[in-house]
């Protein structure tokens, strides 16, 4: 089974900028997908950010702010985000899909909250 762990939320002030990481525990070499998404009180989840093959998308809301990247070597993906504002305030999960897989694979969730 493969497992996704994410880490790096917290409580920051708006304006402020944090990383999460998101460690996978096979290789995310083979990974077709990977993706960032948050769920917001009393809202539905949703796509922050997410590459699939040589193409990335982000949501209106977080572009020019935040950045996906991945790191093969070490089975790692991070979501860099700058300029956080109030309304960024969710619970950040990780995604994944390998070539082998069916479905998607998803982390625990790291809150992250930012106060105005």
């Known amino acids: 089974q493969v497992q996704l762990v994410e880490s790096g939320g917290g409580l920051v002030q708006a304006g402020d900028s944090l990383t999460l990481s998101c460690a996978a525990s096979?290789?995310?070499?083979?990974?077709?997908?990977i993706g960032w998404y948050r769920q917001g009180p009393g809202k539905q989840r949703e796509l922050v950010a997410a590459?699939?093959?040589?193409?990335?998308n982000y949501a209106d809301s977080v572009k020019g702010r935040f950045t996906i990247s991945r790191d093969n070597a070490k089975n790692m993906v991070y979501l860099q985000m700058n300029s956080l504002k109030p309304e960024d305030t969710a619970v950040y999960y990780c995604?994944?899909?390998?070539?082998?897989?069916?479905?998607?694979?998803w982390g625990q969730g790291t809150q992250v909250t930012v106060s105005s």
């Open positions: 995604n994944a899909r390998w070539t082998w897989s069916p479905k998607d694979f």
């Open positions: 096979i290789s995310t070499f083979g990974a077709i997908a």
């Open positions: 590459t699939r093959g040589g193409t990335t």
